[in-house]
């Protein structure tokens, strides 16, 4: 089974809402496909998502609320076949670790490479309903591209 692991920075804003919409989009597709997310960070290890986070995605129909954070480790190297970041900052943090297979999510869905904007930073709601909408085409269009839909 192929797989798929979302990095952000903490780990409890953006990479776990990419994998709650990957794993709706793979329960809805009835696809084979092993999700997961971390952060590069240490600083929310074992925190549930951000209140934002549960509540847009809860607004689309996928419960995050029990996912915890945990932070990228050095065997995640070996145990995903594309490791997916949501920003420059990500991307660079890993190429440091020595991970190849990194994607950056803003290159797929037409967003012109874009970062994933930080909801952590954000003061309002608004921000988290784009990023949602952002990652769910954005990660359609991925799996697309590398044949993982059906
Ligand atoms: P995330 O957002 O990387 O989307 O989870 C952040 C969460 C926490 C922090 C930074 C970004 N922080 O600095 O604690």
């Not at 607004?59 to 949501?86: C, H, P, T, W």
Request: charged share 25%.
């Amino acid at each position: 089974m192929k797989s798929i692991l979302f990095v952000c920075l903490g780990n409890i804003c953006r990479s776990p809402l990419a994998e709650g919409i990957a794993k709706k989009i793979v329960l809805d597709q009835e696809l084979k496909l092993h999700i997961d997310s971390a952060g590069t960070g240490h600083w929310h290890v074992g925190e549930t998502p951000c209140e934002n986070s549960i509540k847009v995605a809860q607004n689309n129909g996928v419960d995050i609320s029990k996912l915890q954070a945990r932070k990228i480790e050095k065997e995640d190297k070996r145990s995903f076949d594309y490791v997916i970041v949501m920003d420059q900052n990500n991307y660079h943090d890993l190429e440091i670790l020595g991970f190849e297979n990194l994607y950056k999510i803003g290159n797929y869905g037409g967003f012109d490479g874009a970062c994933v904007p930080d909801p952590y930073f954000y003061s309002g709601f608004e921000g988290f309903d784009k990023v949602y909408n952002m990652l769910d085409i954005a990660i359609l269009d991925f799996l697309k591209s590398k044949g993982l839909l059906k």
